[in-house]
Nanobody, 115 residues
């Protein structure tokens, strides 16, 4: 059974940093692309960052230069380092992958950035 468990969210002042973690189980982690999505209240869930199995990354324009996605295949964990946070980054952040033709999501971790 595939499980994704996020952690690391919290309340931070604008300009601050947080590091989110997503621990995966039930999959061969090293061969999967992993994503971070965010969803703000009243808005659609949107892709923040993606890392492929080879380590290639891409980012939403709104976070380029501020967020960094990385992975540790030995720990089956993907990270999202969030720097220079802005109030508009306030959202729930979700880990996502596809496996065996199905989408899997974590339950999310809330990030709140105060001005």
């Amino acid at each position: 059974q595939v499980q994704l468990v996020e952690s690391g969210g919290g309340l931070v002042q604008a300009g601050g940093s947080l590091r989110l973690s997503c621990a995966a189980s039930g999959i061969i982690f090293s061969i999967r692309a992993m994503d971070w999505y965010c969803q703000a209240p009243g808005k659609q869930r949107e892709l923040v960052a993606r890392i492929t199995r080879s380590g290639s990354t891409n980012y939403a324009d709104s976070v380029k230069g501020r967020f960094t996605i990385s992975r540790d295949n030995a720990k089956n964990t993907v990270y999202l380092q969030m720097n220079s946070l802005k109030p508009e980054d306030t959202a729930s952040y979700y880990c996502h992958t596809t496996y065996d033709g199905m989408d899997y999501w974590g339950k999310g971790t809330l990030v709140t950035v105060s001005s």
